[in-house]
C-alpha cells in the first residue's frame, strides 16, 4: 500500500464519519414537485448589458482555476466579463440569462445574485434567473477547489473574498442595465453543423459538433443580441497558462460584434470529455483564436432560422443529488468549497447536496439547464455497447439520453448554470480507481484513462438527472 492509498482510506473513513454525524443531527427537507410559469405576449423584447470582472487589489493571492491546483496568476491575457441578457413578451414578466467568464460557481454562490437580482428596486417582473459560467479554464477560481495544493493534491480555497464580492456586485449592475435596455424584436433559432470542431479523448460514438443559436433582432435596428451555445471545454490555453483569459469565447464574442454588431451571451453544452478542435501548432494563444474565429465564421454565415412566436415556459425544479465522492465531500468539510450537506443512505459518503435544473422553451426552442459537465451521449445518446464500453457493460444499464426524454433530438443543453456539480458520466463508462477512488483516476481494460470519474459526484449522478428531468417533462407537459 502507497502513500496514495493510505490517503484514500483516510479520506473515507473522514468523510464516512461525517456522513453519520449529519444522517444523525439533520434531515432532509422535502423538496416539493414545481410546476410550469408561462409568459406570453405579441412581441419578444430583449436587452443586453456587460461589465468586466477583472481582479481587484487584494492581500489575497489569484489562482487561475480549470487545471491543476495551485497555479497563481501572473498577468492577463484578455479581459473578462459578466453579460447580462432581459427577455420578455412585450408585458410585465420575464426572465434573466446571465453568463461569466468563470470556471464555475455552487448554488450557494448563484442564489446570492439571484436573490440580488430579486431584491433589485430597478427590476420588476423578474420570474426567473439562469446563471450560466463558461467554464474558461483560465478564469480565477470562483469555486475553491483550485487553490494551494498539500502533499495529496488536496488543495485549499482559491477564492478571493473581494473578487467574489465584486462579481456578485457586477452581475446585478450588468442586470440592472440589461433590464433598463429592453426593446421590442424578433426572436431566431438556428443551428448549423461544424465538422471537426470537437474532439475528445473518450470514444464517443458522436460528438455533437453543432453550433446553436438564437438571435433577437430588435425593431429599432439597434444591436443584436445572440444566445450562443457549443459543447466544447475553453481549455486549450494549457496547464501552463498562468495568464488571465476567457480562451475561444472571448475571441468568439470579439469577432461577431466587431463584423456583425451583435453582443453575444455564451453558454457551454455537453463538454464532459470534450474539447474544442486542436489547431496543430505550439502556440496555445493561435489555437485559441483559431477556435474563436472556427465558431464566429460558423455564426456569421448560419442561414437557416426559425422564427419563435413569442413565449416563454419555464420549470426550475430543485433536488437532491447523491455525493459519493469522499474527495470532494473532504474540501466541503475543509471549507474550501462552499457546501450543504443532507443525509442520504444511498450514496457513498452518506450525504447529497441540493442542485438544480431549468427546463424552458422560447417558443418551441427547447432548452434545458445542467449543473454539471454532461458527457455527449448522456443528452444526445449513442452510447457505446457491450464490446467498447469501459465495464463491459452495454447501454441497458444507462438511463435514457435526455433528448429522448423530452423527444428533441435539438434539445440545447446549458451546461455549468445555476451550479457546479462536475462531470456526469453513463454508468456503463464509469471506472474508479479500485484502491484510489476520486482521489486519482484509472486506466480501463482498454488502457484508456479515467480522469473525469475523480470530479464526478459518483456514479448515480446520470440517473438522478434523468429521472429528475423525466418528471419535469411530465409537469411540463412536452
Known sequence: MDIMDVASSAIQKVTSAYGKKIRREKTAPEIPAAFPVTITGKTWRAGFARREIMPVPSDHTYYIAGHGSGHKMEGVLTPVYVHAAWLDCGGSEGIFWLSADI??????????????????GSIHGCKGVI????????????????????????????????????????????????????????????KVTVPDSLWSKRKFEDRHEVLYRLRFVPADGSAEIWFVNFGGHPNSLGGDNRLLSGEYP??????????????????????????AAMLETDQPLERVKYQGKLLADSLAGMTEETEQEPAIRFLRQQFYLPVSNSVLTLLAILGTMSFRAYP????????????????????????????????????????TDAAHSSTGMGPEVNPAPL????????????????????????????VLNPTQPYLNGVHDRFDENHYHETNSMGPDTQRVIAETFAGMVERFGG
Not at 433528448?403 to 458520466?425: F, H, Q, S
Request: hydrophobic letters at 35%.
Open 103 to 120: 470556471v464555475g460557481m455552487t448554488d450557494i454562490e448563484h442564489e446570492i445574485i439571484r436573490r440580488k437580482i430579486f431584491q433589485s
Open 250 to 275: 472571448y475571441f468568439m464574442r470579439e469577432q461577431l460584434k466587431a463584423e456583425c454588431g451583435a453582443d453575444v451571451i455564451f453558454s457551454i453544452g455537453a463538454i464532459g470529455g470534450m474539447d
Open 344 to 383: 442520504w443512505p444511498d450514496s457513498a459518503t452518506g450525504i447529497a447536496k441540493k442542485s438544480e435544473m431549468t427546463y424552458l422553451t422560447l417558443g418551441k426552442q427547447k432548452l434545458l439547464t445542467l449543473p454539471g459537465e454532461n458527457f455527449v451521449n448522456t443528452v444526445y445518446g449513442s452510447y
Open 131 to 190: 446563471f450560466s459560467c463558461t467554464h474558461s479554464h483560465s478564469g480565477i477560481d470562483t469555486v475553491g477547489y483550485w487553490g494551494k495544493p498539500n502533499a495529496v493534491s488536496i488543495p485549499s480555497d482559491g477564492k478571493v473574498p473581494e473578487y467574489m464580492e465584486q462579481l456578485y456586485d457586477r452581475s446585478l449592475a450588468a442586470a440592472e442595465e440589461a433590464y433598463a435596455n429592453r426593446r421590442p424584436g424578433k426572436l431566431f433559432s438556428g
Open 403 to 430: 433528448c429522448e426524454i423530452c423527444g428533441d433530438a435539438d434539445l440545447i443543453a446549458v451546461g455549468v448554470t445555476n451550479d457546479m456539480t462536475g462531470y456526469v458520466v453513463p454508468p456503463n463508462d464509469f
